[in-house]
């Protein structure tokens, strides 16, 4: 079942973020990922939700989602992302 990582950014530093994204699209498509969402003015229906940028990346499944988290290829992009930005990171699916 497809898997979806949720991400809520706050970036600090655009130009700094942007490194980060350079190399994080390329490692995700070569596992099979795709990025599906990125809004800096998404609409909220209901509650008090005061998003600042959101991100919705898809995987295969969580399985995949962990492997990618936790692998030594995104270890130092994890650092690299943490410099410029601060994230809340859910993922929903199998």
């Known amino acids: 079942m497809t898997a979806y990582v949720v ?7 655009d130009e700094g973020f942007q490194q980060y ?3 994080v699209f390329p490692l995700m498509e070569s596992v099979g990922a795709r990025n599906v969402l990125d809004e800096a003015t998404p609409l909220v229906l209901e ?3 005061s998003w600042r940028r959101l991100v919705i990346h898809e995987f295969e499944n969580r399985q995949a989602v ?7 290829a995104y270890e130092p992009l994890k650092e690299l992302r943490r410099r410029y930005s601060t994230v809340r990171v859910v993922v929903g699916g199998a």
């Open 66 to 72: 962990e492997e990618f988290w936790n692998s030594p």
């Open 7 to 13: 991400i809520d950014s706050d970036i600090a530093d």
């Open 47 to 49: 509650g008090d939700w």
């Open 21 to 23: 994204v350079d190399q």
